[in-house]
């Protein structure tokens, strides 16, 4: 038989008023996990409520979870916060005026943390700043390029650079592919023929039987891009055409195989080889070569000049 | 009787003012004096005492007649602005001799939002607004008076203006725009009004609207043109188009020898094209010409003093910015300037002071909370003698180190468990312009490093011991730049990684590269692009760097360790909050597979997740998990990897989720 002395039992019963009972028992769905650090939580939440007029009070409870209880007059907010894992925050939030919970408050303080969750972030401030319309006007003049290679169906992104439908794009996909299909902003397509290809720059010009009224001038090309330029890719990745993704030159350019290419922080996804890469004057300035293996955010562009020693060859 | 008692009662109010009063009798209200103080009382009786708004940023005194429509006019305007923008933060005290009765009438006629207070005469008299009605006084941070006008109709009109430079000043671009625009309906023809919105639109960043302001005043003859270009060349300016911008400079200046700004614009446009000298030379014109608003004075001094700073001028820097502080009071940036070159002579106390005072200006600045905390951690330390010997001598070791180039691990038999992350900030470069606010490495790693040692996973090198290390080893800034000796001082720090990078400044913003690199390897597993701009808020883009970084260190570097024991659904694993393990942390249990024998090569495939366990105990060397599930069961040596759910590694955060299924269990603390 196990005997237990009184001080011993006396200690297992608190132990288990103190660390078993539930701090908020009978609290169906008030429990949601966010993708915060737990102190960053805590700070927006610490702010909310006291902009809203509330007293708050932390306690810092065992192995980093903190409890905040916060009062106004007879209105009673209790939140607990729970890391899971660095980057995780579990939440439970119980509110009551009086000694009554109130639902409505308690979907208040959710739609505040999935707001801030969401909240505006730098990639929407600069959406919000909009595409110039110097670029986006240049909309109609990529191309969308489709092709067979052995089993494999290619696509990438070039761009009209004539009035008779001379397309300049990559040539890292195109080697020795059959059917080159073109498909223009407006959803036409046309059969491409291969009129040169230079696997070193990385380049390749297609004719297609289009008269076209609206190209991207190489004339009007830039040539010096400096550090921290606000660059704009127009393309077809995935096959979604006319897709604007903006970046900045982020790094100093590099020489691969004695050419140059420009680093950018740019989005780019299969296809969006061969976009073309304008500055915020709509003047051409690059041709999106690919990414850097293993992102989608490191991009390498090839810079306007190795286009021109291309054409001109 | 009666009389007796009212005229006794006027005798110990003007008493009571006078002796409240700091330093004031009857004497002229001047700008730059400490306003004195009184206390009145409203209609309801209610007090309202001007010694207890020492803290407040701004107080409007306005001194009217009921009676008199032209004396009220600038205090409806402003009651009208008060009632649009709930937010203006706009207080304004209507002060009168008019008797009881008259006042509740207005009150009830007007239903204005601003209290009303009752003065027999003393206040009036001591602020010398008997005999010119409205008159107005601006009173800054701690009662200073910044403004005091007499006198309706234009007079109202100056003050409205002025008040919206103020606004200005304090950032508040959105009322300054609002008062500008209540000048410009009265006054189509007031320049100056129109010149604050075209400012306060550049502010806020909207280019547009503030080149369509400016454009427009430069079509006109006279004034207006030189306002409208001065401003265009700062549109340009900020728009990256600094040909256009130099070309416009010169056209003003040769029009207007006497007007400042365009020189401060000129002068930021050669500093980023490393033309210092110039740069100061126009800086200097910026501070002597006359012709300048309040804020383009402010400004010129604030620029002058950060470029004297950047060359180790200290002295000659604080001087500026004091002079840009005395005329703009809500001068936030030379404050926080001030401190810095406070500190950069070791001079932690004095610097305090001035964060402190950049605090009172807005006490949720985060620029300056976070170098006034570590301020104060610095004077903490020269006090604490102990801890001051221990980074002596750890310096000391270092540096030794660092020079030898010694490693400083011994070889460790268990390769596969988890060492502690550690990390060390190296400053950024600083390149491109000349930011407005001094500091901005220092504030982004100090923060940086709280955050990500608050997030248990990771663990910081203290800055001072960099500081102090990099003063012992006689490096700079420029040194810092050469990669290779980063990462010879990561190592001697025995960080695995280093954060460092650059900041670019650009006109409408600031580009900042955040590399992460392997200090054994050498390797980048992360490199971080952000622009903050100049309306983005620093601390949301803090937060956002530091669960970068977080994710970055999660996904590259995944702790690893062994199950030391199990029973029933609980295992203990050798990993704990010294090595970075927090609550909820979840574990892959892995099995290696035995290699397969293929035409005499070894072929090894990638060891099989068995299970997965997640942490519900956390203490220093070790942890408890549960078992999420298991293929089999779970034993002593069995290897764990850590795993970050799904969501998170996406690093979408533009997802949360609800924990399905959770059924009124309650809650537990973990205890």
């Known amino acids: 038989m196990i005997m237990i002395r009184p001080n011993k039992l006396l200690i297992l019963v608190l132990s288990f008023v103190l660390i078993g009972i539930p701090l908020f028992a009978e609290t169906e769905g008030s429990l949601k996990l966010y993708p915060l650090p737990i102190t960053e939580l805590e700070g927006a939440l610490f702010r909310w409520l006291t902009h809203s007029g509330f007293e708050v009070r932390r306690t810092s409870l065992k192995m980093g979870q903190v409890q905040l209880n916060a009062v106004k007059a007879k209105e009673n907010w209790q939140i607990f916060l729970k890391p899971r894992s660095p980057l995780a925050t579990e939440v439970q939030a119980r509110y009551s005026v009086g000694e009554q919970p109130d639902e409505a408050r308690l979907q208040e303080l959710w739609g505040y943390i999935s707001r801030y969750t969401k909240g505006p972030s730098v990639e929407k401030w600069d959406a919000y700043q909009g595409i110039p319309t110097a670029v986006l006007s240049q909309i109609e003049s990529v191309v969308c390029i489709r092709a067979r290679a052995k089993n494999e169906d290619i696509q990438l992104s070039g761009f009209i650079v004539d009035q008779d439908g001379l397309i300049i794009c990559t040539a890292h996909d195109l080697k020795g592919v059959r059917d080159i299909r073109v498909v223009l902003y407006d959803g036409r397509e046309l059969k491409g023929h291969l009129v040169k290809m230079d696997p070193r720059r990385d380049l390749t010009l297609i004719d297609t039987n289009l008269k076209s009224t609206t190209f991207i001038s190489l004339a009007k090309g830039r040539n010096l891009l400096g550090m921290g330029e606000r660059l704009y890719s127009v393309g077809c990745p995935v096959n979604l055409g006319g897709t604007v993704h903006s970046g900045i030159i982020n790094g100093p350019p590099r020489l691969v195989n004695d050419l140059p290419l420009w680093q950018v922080n740019m989005q780019i996804q299969p296809g969006s080889s061969g976009s073309p890469v304008f500055d915020a004057q709509g003047n051409l300035v690059a041709i999106v070569k690919g990414r850097y293996r293993g992102t989608e955010s490191v991009g390498f562009l090839i810079p306007f000049e190795t286009i021109i020693e291309f054409v001109k060859e | ?671």
């Not at chain 2, 010694?51 to 107080?59: C, E, G, R």
């Not at chain 2, 490693?407 to 491109?432: H, N, Y």
């Open chain 2, 1 to 671: 009787m009666r009389l007796i008692s009212r005229l006794l009662t006027s005798v110990a109010m003007v008493m009571t003012v006078i002796i409240s009063g700091t330093n004031v009798g009857y004497g002229q209200i001047t700008p730059g004096q400490t306003a004195p103080v009184f206390s009145l009382k409203d209609l309801k009786g209610g007090t309202h005492d001007l010694s207890l708004m020492k803290d407040q940023p701004m107080i409007i005194l306005y001194f009217f007649d009921v009676e008199s429509r032209p004396s009220q006019e600038g205090l409806l305007s402003l009651d009208q602005l008060a009632k649009r923008y709930e937010d203006a933060d706009l207080i304004v005290w209507g002060i009168t001799l008019s008797s009881k009765k008259k006042v509740a009438d207005f009150v009830a006629r007007t239903n204005t939002s601003f209290p009303v207070l009752l003065d027999k005469s003393a206040v009036s008299d001591l602020y010398q607004a008997r005999l010119i009605l409205p008159t107005v006084c601006i009173l800054g941070p701690e009662l200073k008076v910044l403004d005091y006008f007499q006198g309706g109709g234009k007079t109202t009109e100056i003050m409205l203006v002025r008040l919206a430079e103020r606004k200005l000043q304090r950032k508040q671009t959105m009322l300054a725009k609002a008062i500008s625009d209540e000048v410009v309906k009265k006054n189509p023809q007031n320049l100056e009004a129109r010149t604050v919105k075209g400012y306060a639109a550049l502010k806020e960043g909207n280019l547009n609207e503030a080149e369509e302001i400016f454009h427009n005043l430069s079509q006109k003859k006279g004034p207006a043109e030189l306002l409208g270009k001065e401003g265009l060349v700062a549109v340009y300016a900020q728009k990256g188009e600094p040909e256009k911008a130099l070309v416009l400079a010169e056209e003003v200046e040769q029009k207007a020898p006497d007007r400042g700004y365009v020189h401060v614009v000129k002068g930021d446009l050669l500093y980023s094209q490393n033309k210092k000298a110039e740069a100061e030379a126009e800086y200097k014109k910026g501070v002597q010409k006359k012709m300048a608003a309040l804020y383009q004075k402010a400004v010129a001094h604030n620029q002058l003093g950060r470029l004297y700073a950047s060359m180790g001028k200290y002295q000659g820097a604080r001087e500026l910015y004091d002079q840009a502080v005395a005329i703009d009071p809500y001068y936030i940036e030379a404050t926080s300037n001030k401190g810095i070159t406070y500190e950069k002579e070791g001079k932690w106390d004095k610097a305090l002071e001035a964060y402190r005072q950049a605090l009172v200006l807005d006490k949720n600045d985060t620029f300056a909370s976070v170098l006034a905390k570590k301020a104060q951690k610095m004077i903490a330390l020269q006090k604490d003698v102990a801890q001051k010997k221990r980074i002596d001598k750890l310096v000391k070791e270092l540096a030794d180190r660092y020079r030898s180039q010694k490693k400083s691990r011994a070889r460790i038999k268990d390769t596969w468990t988890s060492r502690p992350m550690v990390l060390s900030f190296v400053d950024f470069q600083e390149k491109g312009g000349l930011a407005e606010r001094d500091g901005l490495s220092m504030v982004l790693t100090t923060q940086l490093a709280d955050q990500l040692n608050a997030s248990g996973r990771v663990q910081v090198v203290e800055r001072v011991l960099i500081e102090r290390l990099l003063e012992e080893l006689n490096l700079g800034s420029s040194d810092l730049a050469d990669p290779e000796t980063a990462l010879k001082l990561g190592k001697v720090l025995a960080a695995k990684v280093i954060g460092t990078g650059s900041l670019y400044y650009l006109p409408d913003g600031t580009l900042l590269s955040l590399r992460l690199i392997d200090t054994e390897t050498s390797a980048i597993p992360k490199v971080v692009t952000r622009q903050i701009g100049s309306r983005a808020s620093l601390e949301k883009e803090l937060n956002r760097l530091n669960r970068e970084i977080l994710r970055t260190i999660i996904l590259k570097y995944p702790l690893q360790g062994y199950v030391v024991q199990s029973s029933g659904d609980e295992v203990m694993i050798n990993l704990g909050s010294k090595q970075g393990v927090v609550l909820g942390t979840r574990f892959e249990v892995l099995e290696e597979q035995e290699p397969i024998k293929y035409k005499g090569k070894l072929l090894r495939s990638s060891p099989k997740p068995v299970a997965q366990i997640e942490v519900v105990r956390v203490e220093p060397d070790l942890c408890y998990a549960r078992i999420l599930n298991q293929e089999r069961p779970l034993k002593t040596d069995d290897k764990v990897k850590e795993k970050i759910e799904d969501v998170v590694a996406m690093g979408s955060i533009t997802d949360f989720v609800t924990v399905h299924g959770f059924r009124g269990s309650g809650f537990r603390v973990q205890g």
